[in-house]
């Protein structure tokens, strides 16, 4: 199984400050038809996860353009510019490249 | 609007069996592939299953493989788990979750399932 890890696991950030989330991953992502299936997803308090950030640095519909996502391979950032109040929650970064799917440990962004 | 429904969690002796279920709408249901994904308590995510848009290919996690079984009805826009044999560790919110090339769009709200005796 292709294993994810996630730096930090805790993230305390001012308003309006930037934050930035890494996840490595056990091995490459890159899938034989050439794509690396990465994702970033949101998961506010009390709510389901939301896609933020597919295929690596692609923000989904809707995403405001403070979240992006880079990388390659085996490293992955997801960085916020500047950090809103309704950013608060938990941020996870998928692999679907291979099965089993798997998710890092998750990172929690709260408010200093 | 993307709609998903989870439904059919509740409380479950171990042992004991419950069928799960999510109604989607607003999207074109049988040109995704379909995800359960499911989250202890206070913990992270954990995939559990996958099916093909055709319900075709189905995939488990070797948690709950030869206990859960995965199905779709694309005439009636609706996914099904269900779950047998259920352990303690089986306690979680499952969420049901779209998927196209590899990209998990929209997610369910949820549905508890809680084995305890």
């Known amino acids: 199984d292709i294993v994810m890890t996630q730096t930090p696991l805790s993230s305390p950030v001012t308003l309006g400050q930037p934050a930035s989330i890494s996840c490595r991953s056990s091995q490459s992502l890159v899938h034989s038809d050439g794509n690396t299936y990465l994702s970033w997803l949101q998961q506010r308090p009390g709510q389901p996860p939301r896609l933020l950030i597919y295929k690596i640095f692609n923000r989904f519909s809707g995403v405001p353009d403070r979240f992006s996502g880079s990388g390659a391979g085996t490293d992955f950032t997801l960085k916020i510019s500047r950090v809103e109040a309704e950013d608060v929650g938990v941020y996870y970064c998928m692999q679907t490249t291979q099965l089993p799917k798997t998710f890092g440990q998750g990172t929690k962004v709260e408010i200093k | 609007e993307v709609q998903l429904l989870d439904s059919g969690g509740g409380l479950v002796q171990p042992g004991g069996s419950l069928k799960l279920s999510c109604a989607a709408s607003?999207?074109?249901?049988?040109?995704?592939?379909m995800n359960w994904v499911r989250q202890a308590p206070g913990k992270g995510l954990e995939w559990v299953s996958s099916i093909s848009g055709d319900g075709e290919r189905t995939y488990y996690a070797d948690s709950v493989k030869g206990r859960f079984t995965i199905s779709r009805d694309n005439s009636k826009n609706t996914l099904s788990l269900q779950v047998n044999s259920l352990r303690a560790e089986d306690t979680a919110v499952y969420y049901c979750?779209?998927?196209?090339?590899?990209?998990?769009?929209?997610w369910g709200q949820g549905t508890l399932v809680t084995v305890s005796s």
């Open positions: 979750a779209t998927e196209l090339s590899g990209i998990y769009s929209y």
């Open positions: 607003g999207f074109t249901f049988s040109t995704y592939a």
